[in-house]
């Protein structure tokens, strides 16, 4: 270094040192920088780290004092060259602060004016110089000075050149071998025309010749430039989500423009589907990283703050693998002080951007470490060069990292529901067969010969079906003697539904085709007589089935119920939760259901969301999500981000066109019964209800004679039908806007196409037609109520009457074969769930809270793992079957679920939006070997309510009633915070009235880890094996479990449409985990040999994480390092922690995937 910077440097440090002896007894620090004075608050007492041995300063004041004589030893100056907003920002001033603590160092902040106007001759000296780039700084300015001073840089400056442009960025961290998403750069510069290619398809685009499927991400290639903006695919309902830097609480904004931008240089890159997190990395130096989670701005677009309007942000947990990352970027961009973006997708970290200097916000902790770490580092390099004494610390910089578990209680460790999707319009089917050569071109040329069968939903497939049909019947009317052999009533309705909706979209309509090697067998009279040799194509149209807006407000309001069954946060005031913090006191506080979103907000929560391929049961999945973290906005980003598709080995999909033997037969046996023309008899009463469940018995009694029955739905259809036609010829109704923008014509084509599909040219009924029918009544009837078509409610009555039979039967008569094809349906559901409850050793993959950094989280090292699973009503009886005839428990032993048993044999539909939930305890008291130490609940709800509130509907014992084991138990909930002090015990809003009858106070479920959700405590507690009164199988019962229930003659939000959700009923309280692991065990280990091959294929495919995304990316740009290396020490498997969130890239699996292995379930 220069003498003259040594001479300089002494004498502004004799001045340093006068000053400093002089401040002794005043620890206020003032700075006058630009004219204006700043005064430093004294620090608060618990925030000083001892007395203040170091001051700042600005360059004029050490000018004036540099003449003072005097002996003090050498002072290291650190320079401070920024622009005034981050040099005086909160974060510098306490880091500032804690560094002149250290004995030899003092502080000099460059004033602004200088930076701007000075050359750099005149700027003030420093040994180590921190500066960096923002708005308006001229770096070329600071890069000057450094060659003229060669001050110890802590940020390299020719380095923040790179950072400012994101092409650089990239280039960089691949050269690293860093993990970064797939992309492709767009420069739009004349001068380089390979790099200008793009051509822009409805779902993907291509850059230079990759192909980029939507969603997918457009950034400016400008770092400075915030408008990044993600396109999302037609499936998940198009359009974009626009990113902006934070603007008052919010981030970004949904569009409805599907299109990329035309001018200026971006890079596109793969969407990664990180659950709605985003996790921000500080580092300071190579071997210290902080790292803290925010929602993704992506998400809904408002940023959560607390009470003094900060962002919410919680520290989390990094991997060994994520620490090594943040080493090499700290090295690779030469900045010590470097803040980046991590994402967690697919089981991997990805970097997607680098910031430069970047410090955090509001941690003491991390201030502290941050000044210690940036002190050693000056002296470790200057203290040598100047004499001064120093040794190194022995303590180590990067804070070791200790998950705590805290609680003795019973705590809630895991919850599973299988969930129904939500109220939908009719699902309609047109099958024809078709021999066109054109049609066998297309089957080729999408792939359908590999597996025979075909799916197609993307809008040019669809659009290409359309052209053939538009062209058969072109030819059709300009020669009737063609060898067209496409019957034209059937191509025109394939036509007309194609039409339908001006537009395509993968969620409205498909069509599957199935190869026929020898032409269709002649099954029912819809065929017509003529049968030809040679192959064929089975073609089915499928349309209708949509979520109506109904729906999304049922499942939005379900997942807001849904928050009350998780501990803590009802009330809770602030003091009481023992902790200062303002966090608490944010958007998260005080009102029911909050102890879900602390526990998800904090990172404590580990959330999955999975749904089948369809449509409706994703648009269900994102609405719930959307009510459960209480989100904002449009359901595109929501879906893209949180549902998870699973359509693999039929997790949750069903392949209902390719019945098993056993369905087949189940089907002929009960069309056989229910086409006679007889009154049932006892011998009908034992084949089609072996079971003696009372809903179908009752429905029998209704029903009398099937024949006669159907006879009567037919000839109420064609009375529906006729006065639908009269009212199309009134010019006045004729327009009619009827519910979902559905028309009176969309109606007719409806109903009179059931009608000539229910009654067979032979005269008998097509058996399989009357779900069908029950649909479009119930639709009718609860949606176009308006309309006031007369007898509806008589048809309503008596499909609904067939349909209890018919749906329910459809999988099973007896016993064994409810198991049989349930298991077909299933088994791989069980395995997951199955899973799901033993997974409960340590994964790096998940979000996890940093307890040494969580201020205002009492229980940090606490994690609720949830798992929620959306699918069809084929899929919830299966389950439904498994649990009931499975041989979980036995009746004759166990009152409980004897009397569980008697409540779901009363329950006739499983309506939209059923659920079954599973809950799982663990009580710390208990030996982590020991049978007790894991407690399972299994509950269950059927759903919406029916059209009209029955008098008869069956009751069950409310939601986790108490029961005399758990009335030995102390009220000790085990709880995420300790919710004794947390809450006042208030009702929540969300149970149900509680009716006249007479009964004892509200009090506390004296469950322990009781979900906090108030129960009655009746006099009688019945023990498990007692009997419970009996009355409490009828509806005077009050209940208590999270009703969504609506104000009084309304539905939701005062919307009169939206019928209210049945509250869940407890089936049983008190399983162990063991008990339910082994069921689970005989259940799919019984199932044929085929399922266990795929169940084979499905343990490895989740022990080894690999959960499809939705939209999921391809093969990441790998990383040299391989993380299996670097897994944590194992541990028993009981060990109370938490389970995995990580997915892997299993390859691109979106809603518009053509798959063989995705078919429909029969009423579904």
Not at 553 to 577: H, N
Request: glycine residues 6%; contains cysteine.
């Amino acid at each position: 270094m220069s003498d003259s910077r040594t001479g300089e440097g002494g004498a502004a440090a004799e001045a340093v040192e006068e000053q400093r002896r002089a401040q002794k007894t005043a620890p206020d620090l003032v700075i006058d920088t630009e004219d204006d004075e700043r005064q430093w608050e004294p620090m608060e007492e618990e925030e000083s780290l001892g007395k203040h041995d170091g001051s700042i300063h600005d360059f004029e004041a050490i000018e004036e004092d540099s003449d003072d004589e005097s002996t003090a030893e050498r002072q290291i100056l650190v320079g401070i060259c920024a622009m005034t907003k981050k040099s005086n920002s909160k974060a510098m001033t306490q880091i500032l602060e804690r560094l002149c603590m250290f004995d030899y160092i003092n502080v000099v902040i460059f004033p602004e004016e200088t930076i701007l106007e000075e050359p750099v001759e005149s700027w003030p000296l420093c040994d180590c110089l921190i500066s960096f780039h923002s708005k308006g700084f001229p770096l070329d300015k600071a890069v000057e000075y450094a060659k003229l001073r060669n001050p110890l840089l802590i940020n390299d400056l020719n380095m923040q050149y790179f950072i400012q442009d994101r092409r650089e960025v990239y280039r960089i961290l691949q050269e690293e071998g860093i993990d970064l998403p797939r992309y492709a750069v767009l420069n739009r510069d004349p001068s380089k025309p390979d790099e200008c290619n793009l051509v822009e398809c409805e779902d993907h685009v291509e850059v230079n010749g990759e192909v980029f499927p939507k969603p997918f991400v457009e950034k400016p290639v400008c770092a400075e430039d915030h408008n990044v903006y993600i396109y999302y695919p037609t499936s998940a309902g198009g359009g974009s989500q626009r990113l902006f830097r934070k603007i008052g609480s919010r981030s970004s904004v949904y569009s409805p423009e599907s299109n990329v931008r035309k001018t200026g240089a971006y890079i596109y890159e793969e969407f990664m589907p990180t659950d709605g997190t985003d996790v921000k990395v500080y580092t300071v130096g190579p071997d210290y990283a902080h790292a803290e989670a925010r929602k993704s701005p992506a998400l809904d677009g408002k940023v959560e703050r607390d009470s003094e309007g900060k962002e919410i942000r919680y520290p989390v947990m990094l991997s060994a693998m994520e620490k090594l990352v943040a080493r090499k970027v700290c090295l690779a961009f030469k900045q010590t002080v470097c803040g980046f973006d991590l994402l967690r997708a697919n089981g991997h970290s990805y970097v997607c951007d680098v910031n430069g200097f970047s410090f955090v916000k509001n941690s003491m902790k991390y201030y502290d470490d941050c000044a210690k770490v940036l002190g050693n580092l000056v002296m470790r390099e200057l203290a040598p060069l100047f004499h001064i004494p120093w040794s190194i610390p022995l303590e180590a910089e990067d804070i070791p990292i200790v998950p705590t578990t805290s609680g003795t209680m019973m705590e809630l460790r895991c919850v599973i529901a299988i969930i129904r999707h939500g109220d939908r319009t009719p699902k309609q089917k047109m099958k024809m067969e078709v021999r066109h050569p054109l049609f066998f071109e297309l089957f080729e040329k999408c792939g359908g010969y590999k597996s025979g069968k075909l799916k197609l939903k993307k809008p040019k497939q669809l659009q290409e079906v359309l052209d053939i049909a538009r062209l058969l019947l072109v030819e059709l009317e300009q020669h009737d003697d063609c060898e067209i052999e496409e019957k034209k009533s059937k191509l025109e309705q394939l036509k007309t539904v194609l039409e339908m909706y001006g537009h395509f979209s993968g969620i409205n309509r498909k069509v599957q085709m199935t190869y026929l090697p020898h032409g269709q067998p002649k099954a029912s009279s819809e065929e017509e007589d003529s049968e030809r040799e040679g192959p064929s194509l089975l073609l089915v149209l499928k349309w209708g089935g949509e979520l109506t807006p109904a729906g999304r407000v049922q499942a939005e309001e379900l997942g807001r119920a849904f928050r009350c069954m998780y501990p803590g946060g009802q009330a809770g005031d602030r003091q009481s939760l023992g902790c200062e913090s303002p966090i608490d006191c944010g958007d998260y506080a005080g009102f029911p259901g909050c102890g879900l979103l602390r526990l998800h907000s904090t990172y404590r929560h580990d959330l999955k969301i999975y749904a089948s391929d369809e449509g409706r049961v994703q648009m269900t999945a994102a609405a719930f999500a959307k009510g459960l973290l209480a989100l904002e906005g449009e359901l595109t980003p929501i879906l893209v981000q949180m549902v998870k598709s699973a359509n693999m080995n039929g997790l949750l999909d069903s392949d209902s066109d390719s019945l098993t033997d056993c369905q087949q037969k189940v089907k002929a046996r009960l069309h056989e019964i229910m086409q006679k023309n007889q009154e049932f008899t006892e011998h009908d009463y034992h084949k089609l209800a072996p079971t003696q469940s009372p809903s179908l018995v009752n429905s029998m009694k209704l029903i009398e004679n099937p024949v006669h029955t159907c006879d009567k739905v037919y000839t109420l259809i064609q009375s529906l039908t006729s006065q639908i036609r009269k009212r199309l010829e009134n010019p006045k109704s004729a327009d009619l806007q009827l519910y979902h923008s559905e028309t009176l014509e969309l109606m007719l084509q409806r109903w009179s196409k059931l009608e000539r599909d229910f009654r067979m040219k032979s005269g008998r009924y097509d058996i399989s037609k009357i779900p069908d029918i029950y649909d479009c009544v119930k639709y009718d009837k609860q949606h176009n109520a308006s309309l006031g078509l007369e007898d509806t409610l008589e048809l309503f009555r008596l499909s609904r009457a067939l349909a209890d039979i018919v749906i329910p039967q459809e999988y099973g008569l007896s016993k064994a074969e409810k198991l049989d094809i349930a298991q077909a349906f299933c088994v791989p559901l069980m395995k997951k769930i199955q899973l799901d409850l033993q997974r409960t050793h340590e994964d790096e993959a998940v979000n996890k809270l940093h307890p040494l950094y969580s201020r205002g989280v009492m229980s940090p090292g606490r994690h609720v793992r949830t798992r929620l699973y959306f699918t069809s009503e084929s899929h919830v009886h299966s389950l439904l079957s498994v649990f009931r005839y499975g041989g979980l428990l036995d009746e004759v032993k166990d009152q409980q679920w004897k009397q569980a048993m008697d409540y779901l044999s009363a329950v006739s539909e499983l309506n939209y939006m059923t659920q079954i939930v599973i809950m799982l305890y663990e009580d710390n008291n208990k030996d982590p070997s020991s049978e007790e130490r894991f407690h399972v609940e299994l509950h269950f709800s059927p759903g919406v309510k029916g059209c009209e509130e029955e008098e008869n509907v069956p009751m069950g014992f409310g939601f986790r009633p108490a029961s005399s084991e758990n009335e030995e138990k102390q009220t000790n909930q085990g709880s995420l915070e300790d919710l004794s002090q947390d809450q006042t015990d208030q009702a929540l809003p969300l149970t149900e009235p509680i009716c006249s009858q007479k009964r004892s106070p509200m009090v506390r479920s004296r469950k322990t880890g009781s979900m906090e959700v108030l129960s009655e405590s009746s006099p009688t507690h019945p023990s498990k094996g007692s009997s419970f009164p009996s009355h409490r199988l009828f509806p005077s019962v009050s209940r208590n479990s999270p009703e969504i229930h609506p104000p009084s003659g309304l539905g939701f939000e005062g919307c009169s449409m939206v019928p209210s959700i049945y509250p869940l009923e407890t089936l049983h309280n008190s399983l162990s985990l063991k008990q339910v692991d082994e069921f689970l065990n005989t259940v799919c280990e019984s199932s044929s040999e085929a399922h266990i091959k795929t169940m084979k294929a499905l343990s490895t495919l989740f022990d080894s994480q690999s959960q499809t995304s939705l939209y999921s990316p391809q093969q990441p740009l790998s990383s040299s390092g391989s993380e299996t290396s670097l897994r944590p020490p194992s541990r028993p498997l009981w060990h109370g922690s938490i389970p995995s969130s990580a997915v892997s890239s299993a390859g691109p699996s979106s809603p518009t995937t053509e798959s063989s292995g995705v078919n429909f379930s029969f009423s579904e």
